[in-house]
């Protein structure tokens, strides 16, 4: 089975989890105000609060999510590292200062330092819970993805053991323990994926024809059109399967075997004009009995019994070279360049009588493929000759480039070093290890393409399983860091959120006058409420995908939270009223064409894509300048008596 | 110093935002561009984009270096004292 549970991972882990707790209850001690509570009386050195940054950032998303994509698709998910990388640059040079210069707490104080008004308060209180936990859903579903195959535990346990261990985290400690917690996963994080690309490295490519079970796919034929497969040797003793249902119009082809009666299932393709050669396709049915079946059989739960067999393997290296042996930072790319490697695509069939069926089909692809940008389907828009299909694709690249500097848990950052100098230093940090880990992720995504280890069925554990085919304690570590990293962003989350209730809404928007014990208990209140509703959206949200989800949180942060944190800056004529609805205009129209684009329609909602009514799915490109524009045409109209004559 | 340090940020802003525009630009109206191998066989693409994520280290470097230490922020931390 490809998740067989490790001893020593689960070992390593509840040490991990051990320790961590551990540390923020040692220093949590030294916590007693509410500035201790939420900005660690800003005193975290610089460096420190840098790596944190990149402990922050770093989420599942980014760990997990970039490089499963890379394995399944190739070079697109390094798009989202440029991006979210970039994103940086404007957090650096246009946020960071200002920032620090203007607040106390949260994002909120620093909009309102101008006003001190309680509607400022309020709408950007209400944005920062609202990007905070649609950033939670895909970081909770992301552990309950972890914890399955690691412990063998179901994904709500998983799910309910992040938030306990995180409510305890937060409750005990608040900031200080949160920034230690993300220090020691930021570089153990940067560190493991550092030694595992230095691996993939040293070992190189080889050519199989199969996963690292040793398993062999095969290939038949070729044989001309208008032939029948059934006669070829491998098929003997087979009976085609006519193809009905569902089945019709697939490229799939179906035989069962006389003696056994189990049905195997092959992809036809056509090679050249007129030949045609069938493709080992690997199935899973669920039937309406509630059986899982494998390639035909009744799933297994052992070894030796039916399961689905890891994939990822190059088929053709250059030069007709069987392995390739230590390559470098460079020739690894060249070498895949001119390579093919085995990428899986999968398709749902659905019978009449609600038997479900997913089949997995092999798509030799050659390495130049791979390599380029506008494979996965997100990113295909590009080599489409319609300008809307281009525009989604820039409108995503715009959100990842203005989220980042919006994100209420980056923001919050910004307070817990001491002056702005120190700002500025801990984002250089915090730029200069997310960069670098960043352009690991690219080798370990194809290193995981080709490592014959990676599920078909879940791209979110590519990284983990590619560790564990290099050796089985790098899996322990990497699978636990892995696991600390959704624990420390999901700290990060609940406590922007608490402190977005505690400040901007209780006491200032609803005007409850709190002395500073009060303010920390309402927070913690506040932690255990929020980290309870993300527990359940986590199990709710199983199904979704988690790069989607973090989309989505970026591009409202960015139409939200963007325009009037720049305007505030930069403009002096920006009035309170202007803020208001900028917010409130920004969250909102980003929301709605979120909720009523072609994306959600198909993977929420399960209706046609062509129902949806925006053009295209992703929000930033108008919603960004939306938020801007009414700014300007707000605060023009609400200009005071002073200036105005 | 703080019109010196945000005046700094614009600029680096500004040519960051220009490198990076051009890829984003590049993929969407261009994408076989990026396909071309200008360099020991490996393509445009991964490049550009080794070469934004490089590029974004070394600008913050130099901010970090060119930026002086704020007035306010030097009061601040000697009345501290």
């Given at each position: 089975m490809i998740y067989e549970p490790s001893p020593q991972a689960v070992v390593f882990f509840f040490l991990f989890v051990a320790i961590t707790l551990g540390l923020s209850f040692y220093l949590g001690g030294k916590a007693k105000s509410s500035q201790g509570y939420f900005t660690a009386h800003g005193q975290i050195p610089w460096f420190v609060n840098g790596i944190a940054f990149a402990g922050d950032y770093l989420s599942a998303a980014s760990f997990l999510g970039i490089c499963g994509m890379i394995a399944f698709y190739g070079y697109d998910g390094f798009l989202y590292s440029i991006g979210y990388l970039a994103g940086w640059i404007v957090a650096l040079f246009v946020i960071a200062e200002p920032m620090k210069r203007l607040g106390k707490f949260t994002f909120a104080d620093a909009l309102d330092s101008k006003f001190q008004s309680r509607g400022i308060k309020l709408a950007a209180g209400v944005s920062t819970l609202a990007v905070s936990v649609f950033y939670l859903i895909p970081q909770m579903v992301g552990a309950g993805v972890l914890v399955q195959p690691l412990l063998g535990f179901p994904h709500w346990v998983g799910v309910v053991l992040v938030g306990v261990t995180v409510i305890l985290i937060v409750v005990s400690a608040g900031m200080v323990s949160t920034t230690w917690v993300q220090f020691l996963k930021g570089s153990l994080l940067v560190l493991f994926s550092a030694i595992l690309t230095w691996m993939i490295i040293e070992r190189g490519f080889e050519v199989k024809a199969g996963g690292e079970d040793g398993y062999e796919f095969q290939t038949l034929g070729p044989v001309s059109t208008g032939s029948e497969f059934a006669g070829l040797p491998a098929l003997k003793g087979t009976t085609p399967v006519p193809p009905e249902g569902p089945w019709t119009d697939t490229n799939f082809r179906r035989f069962r075997n006389d003696a056994t009666g189990i049905v195997s299932v092959w992809s036809e393709a056509e090679i050249a004009p007129g030949q045609l050669v069938l493709r080992e396709a690997q199935s899973m049915t669920q039937t309406t009995d509630g059986k899982t079946l494998v390639n035909g059989q009744v799933k297994g739960t052992k070894k030796g019994e039916a399961e689905l067999h890891p994939v990822g393997n190059i088929t053709k290296l250059p030069g007709g070279e069987s392995r390739t042996g230590k390559l470098g930072f460079l020739s690894f790319f060249s070498t895949l360049q001119n390579s093919e490697v085995v990428l899986w695509g999968n398709q749902k069939l659905t019978e009449p009588d609600g038997t479900k069926t997913t089949v997995y089909f092999q798509k030799p692809t050659a390495g130049s493929q791979v390599l380029r940008p506008g494979e996965h389907p997100t990113f295909s828009g590009i080599r489409s000759t319609k300008l809307l299909d281009k525009l989604n694709f820039l409108s995503l690249m715009l959100a990842l480039f203005c989220g980042t500097a919006s994100l209420p848990h980056i923001l919050i950052r910004y307070y817990t070093v001491k002056d702005a100098a120190a700002a500025r230093k801990s984002t250089i940090v915090g730029i200069a290890s997310i960069g670098f880990f960043y352009v690991l992720t690219l080798y370990m995504g194809l290193g995981a393409m080709t490592s014959g280890s990676m599920d078909v069925t879940n791209s979110n554990m590519a990284a983990p399983l590619l560790a564990r085919s290099m050796n089985e304690w790098l899996f322990a570590a990497i699978s636990a860091i892995a696991f600390t990293t959704v624990l420390g962003t999901v700290s990060g989350l609940i406590l922007a959120s608490a402190g977005a209730v505690t400040h901007d809404l209780v006491t200032h928007a609803f005007g409850v006058e709190l002395n500073d014990g009060e303010k920390v208990r309402v927070a913690k209140i506040t932690s255990v409420f929020v980290g309870a509703i993300a527990i359940v959206l986590g199990i709710v949200f199983k199904e979704m995908n988690v790069s989607y989800l973090v989309g989505w949180a970026f591009s409202v942060a960015a139409s939200a939270n963007l325009p009037a944190l720049v305007m505030l800056l930069f403009?002096?004529?920006?009035t309170r009223q202007g803020i208001i609805a900028a917010v409130v205009v920004g969250m909102t129209s980003s929301l709605g064409w979120i909720l009523l684009s072609a994306d959600t329609f198909t993977k929420v909602y399960g209706l046609p894509a062509s129902n949806a009514l925006v053009p295209f799915s992703q929000p930033g490109i108008v919603t960004i300048p939306l938020g801007f524009l009414t700014l300007i045409v707000v605060s023009l109209m609400t200009q005071p008596k002073t200036a105005a004559e | 110093m703080r019109q010196r340090n945000a005046r700094i940020g614009m600029v680096l802003f500004c040519v960051y935002l220009l490198l990076y525009g051009g890829f984003v630009f590049l993929n969407a109206f261009a994408p076989e561009t990026m396909e071309v191998l200008p360099f020991a066989g490996v393509n445009l693409a991964i490049l550009y984009g080794f070469g934004l994520i490089i590029a974004a280290v070394l600008l913050a470097l130099i901010y970090g270096w060119m930026c002086k230490p704020d007035d306010e922020d030097v009061v601040r931390n000697e009345v501290e004292k």
């Open positions: 403009w002096k004529g920006t | -």
